[in-house]
């Protein structure tokens, strides 16, 4: 069974950069493709971004395009989620993810295993 662990959120102000990162430990269903969803109070369930097993195919939401840059490790089995100019609608719980491969990279019934997500609040 595997566990994806998240941390690096926080709270931090407009403008701000942080990083997010996940270590999976066990074994995953699938590792092809690695990601983030985020979820914000209230609302629905949003794709971030995702990564393919070699790191060379990204995928990006519309709203984090230009802002969030994804990365993955695979000797450490880590992705990393670097978010720059941080505005206070990117607020939310974000969700590692791990998954097969699939024509729909922000669909999140690609992928078989969640972390428990890690809060980042933006906050002036």
């Known amino acids: 069974q595997a566990q994806l662990t998240e941390s690096g959120g926080g709270l931090v102000q407009p403008g701000d950069s942080l990083t997010l990162s996940c270590v999976i430990t066990?074994?995953?269903?699938?590792?092809?493709?690695m990601g983030w969803f985020r979820q914000a109070p209230g609302k629905e369930r949003e794709f971030v971004a995702s990564i393919n097993w070699n790191g060379h195919t990204t995928h990006y939401g519309d709203s984090v395009k230009g802002r969030f840059t994804l990365t993955r490790n695979n000797a450490e089995k880590s992705v990393h989620l670097q978010m720059s100019s941080l505005k206070i609608e990117d607020t939310a719980v974000y969700y590692c993810v791990s998954g097969a491969y699939s024509d729909q990279p922000d669909d999140p019934a690609a992928y078989g295993d969640w972390g428990r997500g890690t809060q980042v609040i933006v906050s002036s």
């Open positions: 066990g074994s995953p269903k699938n590792r092809y493709r």
